[in-house]
Nanobody, 124 residues
Framework: QVQLVESGGGLVRAGDSLRLSCVASGRAIAYYVMGWFRQAPGKEREFVGAVSRSGGSTRYTESAKGRFTISRDNAKNMVYLHMSSLKPEDTAVYYC?????????????????WGQGTQVTVSS
């Protein structure tokens, strides 16, 4: 089974950029569709985006489109979430996750493996 650890969170100002990283161990991430989720205090967990196994396809929730970019480096067992034009509404704990399902453009797959999360706080 795969284990995931996120890093890169912190306190930033509105309009800033930030890159989150997720490193996998136990199994190569090339076996998985990789995704990012976030959860703000008192709110439900929200899907942010996902990247296919080869890195050739990505999808994002509407609030992330044009601002966030997911990429992966399978040789390094790493997946990244590049965030720009950050807003206070982006404040949340961000989680990376792995799915054994097929990548689909219009359906969020089942993610069975999760990291511990990293806090992103955007001040106004």
């Amino acid at each position: 089974q795969v284990q995931l650890v996120e890093s890169g969170g912190g306190l930033v100002r509105a309009g800033d950029s930030l890159r989150l990283s997720c490193v996998a161990s136990g199994r190569a991430i090339a076996y998985y569709v990789m995704g990012w989720f976030r959860q703000a205090p008192g709110k439900e967990r929200e899907f942010v985006g996902a990247v296919s196994r080869s890195g050739g396809s990505t999808r994002y929730t509407e609030s992330a489109k044009g601002r966030f970019t997911i990429s992966r480096d399978n040789a390094k067992n790493m997946v990244y979430l590049h965030m720009s034009s950050l807003k206070p509404e982006d404040t949340a704990v961000y989680y990376c996750a792995a799915s054994s399902d097929r990548y689909r453009d219009n359906t969020v797959p089942v993610f069975g493996y999760w990291g511990q999360g990293t806090q992103v706080t955007v001040s106004s």
